[in-house]
C-alpha cells in the first residue's frame, strides 16, 4: 500500500487547499501533533480522493484520519458511502471527534501511534 495514490478529481485541488487555509480549531489541534512526521511518518492536510476531500491522510501507510464535528452529525450514510468508496483502494481511516481531540488528545494519539505502528 505504500505511496499508492488515489485518484481524485481535479476540480477538488483548489476546495482542498482553500480549506488547508481554513482549518477549523480542532483540526488546527491535531495538525500542530502529526505534522512534520512527529509521529514518524509524514501526514498531508485535506487531500483530495476520488470525489472527495479527506482531513489528513499518510500516503506512507494509507491511513486517512478523519475529524468528525457537528456537520457530520447528520451526514453518518453519507460518511459512510464516502469511506466504502476509499477504503476499495486499501487505505484505512481512523475518526475522531472534535470533543476527543479537544478533551482527550492524549488517548488521540496513544491510538494514532497504535494505528501507525500496526501499519509499519
Known amino acids: 500500500m505504500a505511496n499508492k495514490i488515489i485518484p481524485y478529481r481535479r476540480d477538488l485541488k483548489s476546495r482542498a487547499q482553500k480549506l488547508r487555509r481554513n482549518q ?3 483540526e488546527e489541534e491535531l495538525w ?3 505534522r512534520k512526521k512527529s509521529l514518524g511518518v509524514e501526514f498531508h492536510r485535506q ?4 470525489d472527495y476531500i479527506v482531513d489528513f491522510y499518510c500516503h506512507e501507510i494509507g491511513l486517512v484520519i478523519e475529524v ?3 456537520s457530520h ?4 450514510l ?3 458511502k464516502r469511506q466504502g468508496r476509499i477504503e476499495e483502494y486499501g487505505v484505512r481511516f481512523i475518526r475522531f471527534s472534535n470533543k476527543e481531540i479537544l478533551t482527550e488528545m492524549d488517548l488521540v ?3 494514532l501511534r497504535e494505528s501507525i505502528s ?3
Open 24 to 26: 477549523t480549531d480542532t
Open 32 to 34: 500542530q501533533r502529526i
Open 47 to 50: 487531500v483530495p480522493m476520488l
Open 68 to 70: 468528525d464535528g457537528s
Open 73 to 76: 452529525d447528520n451526514n453518518f
Open 78 to 80: 453519507e460518511d459512510a
Open 109 to 111: 494519539l496513544k491510538q
Open 118 to 120: 500496526e501499519s509499519l
